[in-house]
Nanobody, 114 residues
Framework: QVQLVESGGGLVQAGGSLRLSCAASGTTFSINVMGWYRQAPGKQRELVATITSVGSTKYADSVKGRFTISRDNAKNFVYLQMNSLKSEDTAVYYC????????WGQGTQVTVSS
């Protein structure tokens, strides 16, 4: 059974940084496409970033230049480094296995105070 467990969320001031981690188990992690999504109160869940098995990345326009997605295939982790955080980045952040099958983590709260 695939499990994705996020960690690293918290409260940070605007302009600060956080690093989210997602630990994957029960899956052939090294071949998977992984992603980070977020959902702010009253809004739909949106894509933040994705990374392929070989490290190709894509980002939402709103986070380009500020966020970096990365992965460690040896440890079965995917990360989201978030810099220059803004109040509009406040949301629950979810890790997702995009391929071959969709699985979601439980989410971790990120709150950016202005």
């Amino acid at each position: 059974q695939v499990q994705l467990v996020e960690s690293g969320g918290g409260l940070v001031q605007a302009g600060g940084s956080l690093r989210l981690s997602c630990a994957a188990s029960g899956t052939t992690f090294s071949i998977n496409v992984m992603g980070w999504y977020r959902q702010a109160p009253g809004k739909q869940r949106e894509l933040v970033a994705t990374i392929t098995s070989v490290g190709s990345t894509k980002y939402a326009d709103s986070v380009k230049g500020r966020f970096t997605i990365s992965r460690d295939n040896a440890k079965n982790f995917v990360y989201l480094q978030m810099n220059s955080l803004k109040s509009e980045d406040t949301a629950v952040y979810y890790c997702k296995q995009e391929w071959p099958l969709n699985y979601w983590g439980q989410g971790t709260q990120v709150t950016v105070s202005s």
